[in-house]
Structure formats: structure tokens, C-alpha cells
């Protein structure tokens, strides 16, 4: 779904008529509200529209007719179509099925320009009656149930009850349909059959017990018997008594009340938030003011939804109608979770059926179906011959801190050490970080996130390493600082494709040597004890988005598992145990196809024997993680003795409904893994051509059939991001893009050189309405895709994107 604002304006009440079913009244109750407000026309400043999304059948006898007729208020159809049949079938036989985004885009159009006129009269109102066709799952033109269709607008609604038998059934599924979505319910209301069903007695009772609030309005004459003329006659002298009894004056209020308090409560949440909140990886010192909080109404898709500010406005001329929110594309997939946008209408169901088959069950020593299915699949997707059991813990950090604890009890079994007197490190990659439990912190090297942590001692020993990444045209790899001499001169290569050709890169000796004279340093030199080798692989994330030569990290694992750590301790001979050191992978930013694969280990095409999964485990949904261990791993936890089991867990390890969830999320992706939007990104990729190949030490390796890397933002922008005189280099690999800037003052962490790009990007401030929410790690900015992200909004950030890295040359 393309970028469209939450219909929220201050001086327009848009409200959302929904029907539990077909026929249960919902034209006849929009224009009794209709009836109800134009009396207040004459005292008050209210104005009065009356919108159909969508309407089938002969427009003589359309409902926006009726309503005018009996209101004498403005209608509008948006889309209309001949055939009286459900909207999915009368758009396929006239030929034209307009899409969802054409939908909500008309309506949101059509409700923006009576906001703006209502902009134009001071102390003036409105209210817009939206009416949906059929029942709240009906299908729209394109086959999309509209509750799905007309969410990202996220409407307040008036559900209109069924009065008829087996309403009540049907008037409570519709109910809960729309709150699985996310919408607010502004009521529901019934008409009073007379005694006949007393579905409204009923309803009423239920719905208040639940806190929602339900009305009864009068009964509908009865026309059985009238000509056109006194059926008008008799409605019209309906509309004008019943508009004004007790059932229209509180619905009408509610909608009044409901709506001053969402902007009340929007108005006051940054403040709220600046004295109550204490948020993470912020310095609140440096904040001046709570504006600088964004506030969130929803997120749909790839979207929040945000509240206009001074400071957001920034020189976008898109909030002339007064509008409240405004969407902001989410470039960070919040922390990296987002996997299937924001609202998942599937995920939210998942959520709904575990919570209530299970509730939470504990986990030790019992199972559940969710957590073995979801164990199992893992197990298979990841595709590696040396995994064999998964344990669940709760987030990314968790779950590294027992991957952690699993290898270093693995090596001091076979190695005799005791780790409680014994120091016993990790080795690692300098920049990576693991989390920000204490353990997984002690697996880093000192940084910002941890050197000011009181109980952080960093146990280990992480080695420079080679980064690849595009500048001015071509991928390079390129020593870190001052490596020069030991990595060797900058290479170049025609694709991303040619960097991961290992076999036609052949093994680099100045890798195996620079690896092997430190640990010959370390280990007999020093005498140094470790215990694992923990890797983010291709990406460190929170370090600030390297892309690590896979070659180096292919060669650093083959080497670790090689190395005699203990002089005199045989390397096992079953091929699936570990060797040297347990070698960790830790996949929570890079796994479950952020890069465009299930497993990032698959790149380097070898396989670690512990592997850490989190972030898009439940498609950004509930917190989750796994730790993955092969079979020898596990085997050094068994003994007679308590004290030698794995004693880790969590009151919520393995929690049913997350990993139900977790089981939809990655089949949901595996399915967009062999998508046509897919296929298209790898053909983007796939012709792939660099911008100049005449230096002498360019790489031009012969292609192969192996599977091409590629990315969902295009070749063309990351090339040409590539060249800006204010970038320094790209990384566009799966969903990731990342544009590090020059800085004269240096890069790193504590680098402000991305600030004002962030800002700009937030603020909008060249005026395109186009609002990008993005985090920077000090000289670099990233964004991420969702896995649903559709290739034309990608296409307008990446405009947006290039549009303000020009403002900022020109100094505008």
C-alpha cells in the first residue's frame, strides 16, 4: 500500500460506516446521523458530506441519492459499477478493477477537500459519513476484504448491527474482525426490532461488558405496501422525527467526544512521554524540547502514522488542510524487525488464534506444537548439515548471550578449563556488537554502547578485517586504516556477484597469514584461553553497517577450526562436530532474509555450529529469538549432574503465540522469496554493469551460475548515490541500503555527519510531502524494505532520498 496520511483532521470528523452484514441497514442509519446533523446546520457551523467509497448496481437507484434526497446534503460516489452484485465481481465484468491504493487515495482526496475548505471558515466543522458496501469482510474491486482495503486510513467506526436472526452471531464476529485491524470502534448500534429478536437487548449488554459502546435506534417503518410517492412521504417523515431520539444523540455524541479526545490524547503524548519515559540509546540531556518526539496514532505497512508538529512541517507545504498525521516511511523496519509491514492483517489473526488456544504455557520440561514446528523449520530452512537442536529465548541479545554461554562450556569441557577461574575470551570482528546483556556486551570489543557499563570488562580479541562497498561505480574491497600492507591494495569488481566468487578469488594468503600469526600471538605466544569465534556475518549492524569480505570471514572460520587452541587435543573426526572453537554466527540483524536469503551464513557457504535468529522471526510482530546448536554442542551439557545442564530460560521462552506467529512470518516470506516482485529485483541486479574497468588491478572473474546478490532498492540509485561528491560509499545487498558520508572530522559513532540528512529526510524539508524516518550510526544512514515493500515506494524514497542529498550541495 502506497503512502497515504490516517484520515485525521481537527475541524473534520470522518467517520467509517461498516455492517455486520449485508442489508442490516447502513444507508438508512447514515442518513438518519446525516438527519441528525443538519439540524445542527442551522445553529451551529457543521457541514455535511456523504461519501461512497464504492457502489454497484443501477445509479438511479445508488445510495448517494438516497442520502442527498433525504439530508439535502452532498454526495459522492468514487467508484461505480453497474452489475448489483458483491464489488469484486461488478469490477471484473466492467473491465476495470481499480486497485486498493486507487481507492484510498480517491477517498483520502475527497476527504482532504473538505478539510481544506473547512480550513477556510473559522470555527467551522464537518463530518464526512463513509460507507462501505456489504459487510465488514466483503471483498472490494480487487478481492481484498475492505476492513484490509480502508485500513491504512484508519477511520473511526460505526458498526451498524445485524437486527435479523442470527445477527447477533454475525454483529460480534464482524466486531471483532475490525479490532483484530486496529480500528477504534466509535460504537455499535442495532436496530430495535420490536421485540421480534431482541438482538439489540442483547447486543447492548454484551458490547458494554467489553467496554464498547452500543446504541439502539428506532425500527425502520415498514413499506411493504407503498407507491414511490409514499414511501418517500413516509421515510422522509421518519428521518425527521427519528433523527433526533435518544439512540441518534448519543452516537452522535460519542463521535464527538471520541474524536476531541484522540486529538487531546495526540496533543499531550510527547509531553506525557518527556516526564515519564526514559527512552533508549538517548541522551536526554540534548533534547530540547518534547517536539522532537515523534508520536505515533498506527503504522500500516510500511508507514507510521505521525503527528504533525511545528518542527515536522519543516517546510513541507503538504499540511495546508489542517491534517493531524501525516505517514512516514519506516527506513529503520523498526530496529530491523519489520519483515511484513506494519498492521499484517495475517499476523495479527496468527496472534489472535495462539493467545487464545494457549494463553502463555511454561516451556521447561513440556512442549507445544508452535514451538517444535517452528524449531523444525527453522532447522530446515537454514539448511545446515550441523544444527540439531533450538533453544528459545526472547530477543537478539538473549539469545547471543546463551549462544555465547553454550560455546565457552563446549570448549572448557573439552579443553579441561574451569571458566569461573580461568579467563576464557571470545575471538570476533572489531566493530561487532551482540547486544546489551552483560554477557553478550563482554563479547565486544570497548565501544560506545559499553565502555562506560560499570560490570563490562570485554573478554576476548577482535581482528581488523577488509569492508566491501561501492564507490563511485564499482565494488571495492578495501583494507581497513592503515592495514594496507598486511590485506593488501584495494581490489575491484565488475558486480557484488564477483566479490563472493571465492573459488575464482582463490584463497588470499595474506588473510590465512595475518589470522594465523595473531592467534600464534595470542594462544602460544601470550598464552590466551578462548572459547568461541561469535560473527555477525556479511554485516556488522550496530557497528555501523560493514560489509566484511566474505572471503576474509570464510577464511577466518576455516582457520579457527583448524587451529590446535590446545596443543596434544585431537580434532574430532565426526565432520558435523565442532573443531578448534565452536564457531557462532550471529544472524539476528542478517538472517531470515534481510539480506535476501533465510540464512546469511549461506554467503559465505559455510556453517556455523551455533546460529542466533531474532528480529524477523515473527515478522516484526512479538519478541522471539532462537540459538541454534549442532548436536556436539548440546552433547557437552549432558552429565548425572544438575549444575552441567544449559540452566537458562525466560518466563516467556518459547511462548506459543510467538511462535505461532514466528511459523506464518516465515512461511509468509518464503512464499515473497519465489514472488514476481522478487524475481524482478534479481533481474535489476543481474545486469549489473560498473562504470569504468580500465584500471589495471580490476578483477574481472568469468560469472558463473551461481545465484546472483541483489537488492530490492535499485542498481541504478546505489550507483548513482555512489558518485555524490558528499558520499563516501554504498552497501545495497536484500533490503539494506547504506550511505556512509564523508567527514573530515572522522567516521565512526560519534561522527554528526548523518544528522542533518536524517533530519531532512523527517522534516521534509525541500517540500515533496514525502516524510522518511530513518537511524544513523554516526556517518552513515541506512534504510531498510520490508519484505511486502512494493517496488514503487521504494522507487519514491529513492527519489526523496537523492533529491535531499542535492539540497544539501546546493545548501538548500
Known amino acids: 500500500?502506497?503512502?497515504?496520511?490516517?484520515?485525521?483532521?481537527?475541524?473534520?470528523?470522518?467517520?467509517?460506516?461498516?455492517?455486520?452484514?449485508?442489508?442490516?441497514?447502513?444507508?438508512?442509519?447514515?442518513t438518519l446521523l446525516g438527519s441528525h446533523f443538519s439540524r445542527k446546520i442551522a445553529k451551529t457551523k457543521w457541514d455535511l458530506r456523504y461519501i461512497k467509497p464504492v457502489s454497484t448496481g443501477p445509479i438511479d437507484e445508488a445510495d448517494d441519492g438516497y442520502f442527498s434526497r433525504y439530508t439535502g446534503a452532498n454526495a459522492d460516489t468514487l467508484f461505480q459499477f453497474k452489475k448489483a452484485v458483491s464489488p469484486h465481481v461488478a469490477a471484473r465484468d466492467s473491465g476495470r478493477i481499480p486497485s486498493d491504493n486507487d481507492i484510498v487515495q480517491k477517498l483520502y482526496s475527497k476527504l482532504s477537500e473538505i478539510a481544506t475548505r473547512r480550513c477556510s471558515q473559522e470555527n467551522s466543522i464537518g463530518l464526512a459519513i463513509v460507507e462501505t458496501a456489504g459487510g465488514v469482510l466483503s471483498p472490494g474491486p480487487s478481492g481484498v476484504p475492505q476492513a484490509d482495503l480502508f485500513r491504512p486510513l484508519r477511520m473511526p467506526v460505526v458498526l451498524v448491527g445485524d437486527h435479523r436472526l442470527g445477527g447477533i452471531a454475525s454483529t460480534i464476529s464482524a466486531t471483532e474482525s475490525l479490532i483484530l485491524r486496529g480500528y477504534d470502534i466509535a460504537g455499535v448500534v442495532c436496530f430495535d426490532d420490536k421485540g421480534k429478536y431482541e438482538n439489540s437487548n442483547y447486543l447492548r449488554n454484551y458490547f458494554e461488558e467489553r467496554e464498547i459502546a452500543a446504541f439502539e435506534i428506532p425500527w425502520i417503518p415498514d413499506l411493504s405496501d407503498c407507491t414511490t410517492e409514499t414511501e418517500i412521504e413516509k421515510m422522509r417523515a421518519y428521518y425527521l422525527e427519528e433523527s433526533d431520539s435518544d439512540g441518534l444523540h448519543n452516537i452522535a455524541g460519542q463521535l464527538i467526544d471520541q474524536h476531541a479526545t484522540r486529538l487531546e490524547n495526540l496533543s499531550k503524548m510527547a509531553k506525557k512521554t518527556s516526564e515519564s519515559i526514559w527512552h533508549p540509546f538517548t541522551q536526554h540531556k540534548n533534547r530540547k524540547s518534547s517536539d522532537e518526539i515523534l508520536v505515533f496514532d498506527s503504522a500500516y505497512g510500511d508507514y507510521f502514522q505521525t503527528k504533525h508538529t511545528a518542527q515536522s512541517n519543516g517546510g513541507s507545504k503538504g499540511n495546508t488542510n489542517n491534517a493531524i498525521l501525516y505517514p512516514a516511511f519506516d527506513g529503520s523496519a523498526s530496529w530491523w524487525t519489520q519483515g511484513l509491514g506494519h498492521g499484517n492483517p495475517k499476523l495479527a489473526l496468527a496472534a489472535a488464534y495462539a493467545a487464545g488456544r494457549y494463553g502463555h504455557v511454561m516451556f521447561a520440561g513440556a512442549t507445544n506444537e508452535p514451538a517444535v514446528a517452528l524449531a523444525q523449520r527453522l532447522l530446515q530452512?537454514?539448511?545446515?548439515?550441523?544444527?540439531?537442536?533450538?533453544?528459545?529465548?526472547?530477543?537478539?541479545?538473549?539469545?547471543?548471550?546463551?549462544?555465547?554461554?553454550?560455546?565457552?562450556?563446549?570448549?572448557?569441557?573439552?579443553?579441561?578449563?574451569?571458566?569461573?577461574?580461568?579467563?576464557?575470551?571470545?575471538?570476533?570482528?572489531?566493530?561487532?556488537?551482540?547486544?546489551?546483556?552483560?554477557?553478550?556486551?563482554?563479547?565486544?570489543?570497548?565501544?560506545?554502547?559499553?565502555?562506560?557499563?560499570?560490570?563490562?570488562?570485554?573478554?576476548?580479541?577482535?581482528?581488523?578485517?577488509?569492508?566491501?562497498?561501492?564507490?563511485?561505480?564499482?565494488?571495492?574491497?578495501?583494507?581497513?586504516?592503515?592495514?594496507?600492507?598486511?590485506?593488501?591494495?584495494?581490489?575491484?569488481?565488475?558486480?557484488l556477484d564477483d566479490v563472493f566468487e571465492f573459488e575464482k578469488r582463490r584463497q588470499n594468503p595474506r588473510y590465512r597469514e595475518y589470522?594465523?600469526?595473531?592467534?600464534?600471538?595470542?594462544?602460544?605466544?601470550?598464552?590466551?584461553?578462548?572459547?568461541?569465534?561469535?560473527?555477525?556475518?556479511?554485516?556488522?549492524?550496530?557497528?555501523?553497517?560493514?560489509?566484511?569480505?566474505?572471503?576474509?570471514?570464510?577464511?577466518?572460520?576455516?582457520?579457527?577450526?583448524?587451529?590446535?587452541?590446545?596443543?596434544?587435543?585431537?580434532?574430532?573426526?565426526?565432520?558435523?562436530?565442532?573443531?578448534?572453537?565452536?564457531?557462532?554466527?550471529?544472524?539476528?540483524f542478517t538472517g531470515l532474509y534481510r539480506l535476501g536469503r533465510f540464512s546469511s551464513a549461506s554467503f559465505l557457504e559455510t556453517h556455523p555450529d551455533i546460529s542466533i535468529h531474532a528480529k524477523l522471526l515473527t515478522g516484526g510482530l512479538l519478541p522471539l529469538s532462537a540459538t541454534l546448536a549442532s548436536e556436539s554442542i548440546f552433547e557437552a551439557f549432558l552429565s548425572n549432574e544438575v549444575a552441567d545442564a544449559l540452566l537458562h530460560g525466560h518466563s516467556y521462552t518459547a511462548h506459543p503465540i510467538g511462535c505461532h506467529v514466528g511459523n506464518v512470518s516465515l512461511k509468509a516470506m518464503e512464499e515473497l522469496s519465489h514472488s514476481y516482485a522478487w524475481q524482478d529485483y534479481l533481474k535489476d541486479w543481474q545486469g549489473e554493469v560498473a562504470s569504468t574497468f580500465d584500471q589495471p588491478h580490476v578483477e574481472t572473474p568469468k560469472k558463473t551460475t551461481k545465484k546472483c546478490i541483489w537488492s530490492m532498492w535499485s542498481q541504478r540509485t546505489a550507483n548513482e548515490i555512489s558518485y555524490h561528491p558528499l558520499v563516501d560509499h554504498v552497501i545495497a545487498i536484500g533490503s539494506v541500503l547504506v550511505?556512509?558520508?564523508?567527514?573530515?572530522?572522522?567516521?565512526?559513532?560519534?561522527?554528526?555527519?548523518?544528522?542533518?540528512?536524517?533530519?531532512?529526510?523527517?522534516?521534509?524539508?525541500?517540500?515533496?510531502?514525502?516524510?522518511?524516518?530513518?537511524?544513523?550510526l554516526g556517518n552513515t544512514i541506512y534504510l531498510m524494505a520490508s519484505m511486502t515493500s512494493a517496488p514503487s515506494d521504494l522507487a519514491t524514497i529513492e527519489s526523496a532520498f537523492m533529491d535531499q542529498l542535492k539540497a544539501m550541495v546546493d545548501g538548500s
Open 1 to 30: 500500500m502506497s503512502r497515504v496520511p490516517t484520515a485525521l483532521w481537527k475541524n473534520l470528523i470522518a467517520v467509517q460506516v461498516y455492517g455486520a452484514n449485508t442489508g442490516v441497514g447502513k444507508t438508512v442509519f447514515s
Open 381 to 495: 530452512g537454514l539448511e545446515n548439515p550441523r544444527l540439531a537442536r533450538c533453544f528459545y529465548t526472547d530477543d537478539g541479545s538473549t539469545a547471543a548471550e546463551v549462544g555465547i554461554k553454550m560455546a565457552l562450556r563446549a570448549s572448557c569441557k573439552r579443553y579441561g578449563w574451569d571458566g569461573s577461574s580461568t579467563e576464557v575470551g571470545i575471538l570476533g570482528l572489531k566493530g561487532s556488537y551482540h547486544g546489551d546483556t552483560i554477557g553478550a556486551m563482554d563479547a565486544s570489543e570497548p565501544c560506545t554502547y559499553n565502555k562506560k557499563v560499570d560490570w563490562y570488562r570485554g573478554r576476548g580479541h577482535w581482528f581488523d578485517f577488509p569492508t566491501v562497498k561501492m564507490r563511485q561505480g564499482q565494488w571495492i574491497v578495501e583494507p581497513s586504516a592503515g592495514m594496507e600492507q598486511v590485506f593488501g591494495e584495494t581490489s575491484r569488481y565488475r558486480t
Open 515 to 588: 589470522i594465523t600469526e595473531q592467534l600464534n600471538t595470542l594462544v602460544k605466544e601470550q598464552g590466551k584461553a578462548f572459547g568461541a569465534l561469535v560473527m555477525e556475518p556479511i554485516i556488522l549492524g550496530a557497528g555501523g553497517m560493514l560489509f566484511v569480505d566474505p572471503l576474509f570471514q570464510r577464511t577466518f572460520v576455516e582457520i579457527v577450526r583448524e587451529y590446535d587452541f590446545v596443543e596434544s587435543t585431537a580434532h574430532p573426526k565426526d565432520p558435523k562436530a565442532w573443531s578448534g572453537l565452536p564457531v557462532v554466527f550471529d544472524e539476528v
Open 739 to 776: 550511505v556512509s558520508l564523508k567527514d573530515d572530522h572522522g567516521s565512526g559513532y560519534t561522527s554528526k555527519a548523518a544528522l542533518g540528512l536524517r533530519d531532512a529526510l523527517l522534516r521534509d524539508r525541500i517540500g515533496q510531502n514525502i516524510h522518511i524516518h530513518s537511524r544513523v
